[in-house]
């Protein structure tokens, strides 16, 4: 079974704080994305990484998709309440067709 | 535009109800997606169709029937459901649907269901 193991799974910082999220897996993936969901709603698509070791920023998010391309990370600086959400990494592991979730990680940020 | 519509936003039915979810995009996406997400859970695939056809369907119970009428389009039709269904239902598209860089995946903003 392909999967794609998050951590933290929960966090909860004041504002202000960095965070970094991880996303991990045995498997090689062509691509990862990110999302980040809010309650009641559906994922927000936040970036693509496609090749290894790139890095790229949105604002105060820095993405890291690692080298073997099998790991990414999220680092969040400065972290405001308008982040609070559940994030997601996914992608299809390469050769197969199946498009799989990480197990997630909750975050809150505390004003 | 990278917008995945849905209707409706919530929907309350009974267990012996028949009713539809509806999906749309308009982005030349030739892969749809249906998928559920209980509370605090990542979401979980039901059904894929690649270029209007059932390519995928994750031994989803039959009181759940996915249509594709056009690449545009996507069904969800329900009956006979039971409590434990109740959940976000989410419909999504990417690009080709066949995996690589394409297969970033837009998502709708959901269809809340609750089954009594």
């Known amino acids: 079974t392909q999967l794609l193991e998050q951590s933290p799974q929960f966090l909860s910082i004041q504002e202000g704080e960095n965070l970094t999220v991880y996303c991990n897996s045995s498997?090689?993936?062509?691509?990862l994305q990110w999302y980040r969901q809010e309650p009641g709603e559906g994922p927000v698509l936040l970036v693509t990484?496609?090749?290894?070791?790139e890095v790229k920023k949105l604002k105060r998010l820095t993405f890291q998709f690692g080298d073997a391309r099998k790991d990414s990370s999220l680092h969040i600086t400065a972290a405001q309440p308008g982040d609070t959400g559940l994030y997601l990494c996914a992608g299809t592991p390469s050769g197969t067709y199946k498009y799989i979730f990480g197990t997630g990680t909750r975050l809150k940020v505390l004003a | 535009d990278t917008e995945v519509t849905q209707t409706p936003k919530h929907l309350v039915m009974g267990m012996t109800n028949k009713k539809s979810l509806k999906c749309e995009q308009h982005m030349g996406h030739r892969a749809m997606y249906w998928y559920k997400q209980k509370a605090k859970k990542p979401p979980e695939l039901m059904f894929v169709y690649s270029y209007e056809k059932l390519s995928i369907n994750e031994s989803v119970p039959s009181r759940f029937s996915p249509e594709c009428p056009n690449s545009s389009l996507l069904n969800l039709h329900l009956h006979a459901l039971q409590p434990e269904d109740s959940a976000l239902y989410l419909c999504?598209?990417?690009?080709?649907?066949?995996?690589?860089?394409?297969?970033?995946?837009?998502f709708g903003p959901g269809t809340r269901l609750t089954v009594l």
């Open positions: 999504a598209s990417s690009q080709g649907g066949r995996g690589g860089s394409t297969d970033t995946q837009y």
């Open positions: 990484v496609v090749t290894g070791g």
């Open positions: 498997s090689v993936f062509s691509s």
